[in-house]
């Protein structure tokens, strides 16, 4: 005998494209803000925190072969901030998918700082390279990406209608926007 399964009216369902989008429009950001720092407070190359997470990236792939410190090493790990954007955007959003933008950004802050200590003290063990980013400016960093992936995912999920006293065109909500 089969029995049929009605969804309530209470459950939601994350939406996956928001979160990814949403993850990696933030990692992005973290990128440029890890960028930013090491370049004006840290004094290094501003590529050096790429260099790090590839260094960290192709240290856990390929644990004989020793990367040196060039552009692909950067672009490794910007494509490994990539990856991990997206993946923290997915689980961002199941954590925050009930919630209010506010309390949506306080906990991707606290997430990210998680993210911190998992990678710059757990992770570090094992990757010694990433000590190099161990430092209250990739603390912030972490924070803000965190934070905002969350809210940006909250924002472009949100449901109420949006109106527009000016005339002008609204462009916070495109995703049901007709393509012709």
Excluded at 35 to 61: C, D, H, K, M, Q
Excluded at 144 to 172: C, F
Aim: glycine fraction near 8%.
């Amino acid at each position: 005998m089969a029995s049929n399964f009605v969804a309530g009216a209470d459950t939601r369902t994350v939406d996956w494209s928001i979160a990814l989008v949403a993850g990696i429009v933030a990692m992005i950001v973290f990128a440029v803000i890890e960028i930013a720092f090491s370049w004006a407070v840290r004094g290094e190359a501003p590529i050096r925190p790429l260099v790090v997470y590839g260094t960290a990236t192709l240290n856990a792939v390929t644990p004989s072969v020793h990367p040196g410190g060039g552009p692909k090493t950067a672009i490794v790990g910007a494509v490994c901030l990539l990856a991990l954007g997206a993946l923290s955007g997915i689980i961002l959003a199941y954590i925050v998918d009930r919630i209010g933008i506010a309390a949506a950004a306080i906990a991707g802050a606290v997430f990210g700082l998680a993210m911190y200590a998992v990678d710059l003290y757990g992770m570090a063990r094992v990757l010694t390279s990433l000590v190099a980013l161990r430092d209250w400016m990739s603390a912030l960093a972490y924070v803000i990406q965190g934070a905002l992936a969350a809210a940006l995912y909250k924002i472009m999920t949100r449901d109420e209608p949006v109106t527009v006293d000016d005339g002008s065109h609204d462009l916070r909500n495109l995703r049901h926007a007709p393509l012709v």
